[in-house]
């Protein structure tokens, strides 16, 4: 039984163009949600953070929105860069984030 | 500042053999957890140390498993024996310890990439 789930297992988007990725919980017991980029052959990499007391968190390119009676999130990079072209990984957690779920990633492929 | 590191990157072994993985976390950094990655799906916690104490090793899938981590620094996870549903990509990361009211981001090491046959 999935917490975190991630729907789409690819998206594909035009550089300079807007990319969302979508990002669903079932335990409403997580308050703090990260999102996390993947290299091929790396570790994953810290990309940005919301606590539940906010909706909004923003940082450069990236901005991640949470709407909690939803329980959805999604993180908006824009604008896409062939750069950004990596598996994001949403997680989430409880008792300030001290174990982190993670959902199965999506693959964004930005095309220039 | 060195990141989280881990050994070996890749690691072939046979069913029924004995591996065991190591994982330096950044230094000063209390939380150190482990997490696997089976056939490209979500990324599955394992164990989470805070020093040498073994906080929650709720993730760990059964008793061949078994990790270590002596003094508090480095950590062992050692596969004893192997099978070869086991195979996947095994990563550290490190946190440092919270302070009331903020939230410790993990760090991950690069992984390590098992593959038993």
């Given at each position: 039984d999935q917490q975190v789930k991630q729907n789409s297992p690819s998206l594909s988007v035009q550089e300079g163009r807007i990319s969302i990725l979508n990002c669903d919980y079932t335990n409403s017991m997580f308050d703090y949600f990260l999102w996390y980029k993947k290299y091929p052959a790396e570790g994953p990499t810290f990309l940005i953070s919301i606590s539940s007391i906010k909706d909004k968190n923003e940082d450069g390119r990236f901005t991640v929105f949470l709407n909690k009676s939803a329980k959805h999130l999604s993180l908006h990079i824009?604008?896409?860069?062939?750069?950004?072209?990596a598996v994001y990984f949403c997680a989430a957690g409880d008792n300030y984030g001290q174990n982190f779920v993670f959902g199965p990633g999506t693959r964004l492929s930005v095309l220039p | 500042e060195a990141g989280v590191t881990q050994f070996p990157s890749h690691s072939v072994i046979e069913k029924g053999q004995t591996v065991t993985l190591r994982c330096d976390p950044i230094s000063g950094h209390d939380n150190l957890y482990w997490y696997r990655r089976v056939m490209g799906k979500e990324i599955k916690f394992l164990l989470h140390f805070v020093k040498e104490s073994?906080?929650?090793?709720?993730?760990?899938?059964?008793?061949r498993f078994l990790a270590e981590r002596t003094g508090g620094t480095y950590s062992t996870l050692k596969v004893?024996?192997?099978?070869?549903?086991?195979?996947g990509v095994y990563f550290c990361a490190s946190s440092p310890?919270?302070?009331?009211g903020s939230y410790a981001t993990q760090y991950f090491g690069p992984g390590t990439r098992l593959l038993v046959l």
């Open positions: 824009v604008p896409s860069q062939p750069g950004d072209s | 073994k906080q929650d090793e709720s993730g760990m899938p059964n008793n004893q024996p192997a099978e070869l549903e086991d195979s310890i919270r302070t009331s």
